[in-house]
């Protein structure tokens, strides 16, 4: 976990907002389940990534529209799909993503 994000992931809000969402979808993994897999979901996955900048927007972090319940497998290829986008900087130059350790 990210030291800016500790704070909020370890909130009474997140940790309600969380586990209430979780419930409402059955506890399964949401993509298993739309190709009807089922697969205990355990990661309520953030579709707009949290940052230092909206982690305290609750229209964002605590918005159940941007929620998504993933299993681990899912939530770790949402991460690494984020992390191969490449950007073209000046001069055509390709500049590769940091890497993050930590979802």
């Not at 799909?81 to 073209?88: G, M």
């Amino acid at each position: 976990m990210k030291e800016w994000a500790k704070a909020f992931y370890l909130s009474p809000a997140w940790r309600a907002c969380r586990d209430a969402y979780a419930a409402s979808v059955g506890g399964l993994c949401e993509r298993h389940y739309a190709r009807g897999e089922y697969v205990a979901g355990v990661i309520v996955h953030h579709k707009v990534h949290l940052t230092p900048a909206n982690i305290n927007d609750p229209s964002v972090s605590l918005n159940w529209d941007n929620l998504e319940l993933v299993c681990r497998d899912c939530h770790a290829i949402e991460h690494l799909r984020a992390r191969r986008r490449y950007v073209v900087g000046e001069g055509g130059r390709v500049i590769a993503p940091p890497v993050e350790e930590n979802f």
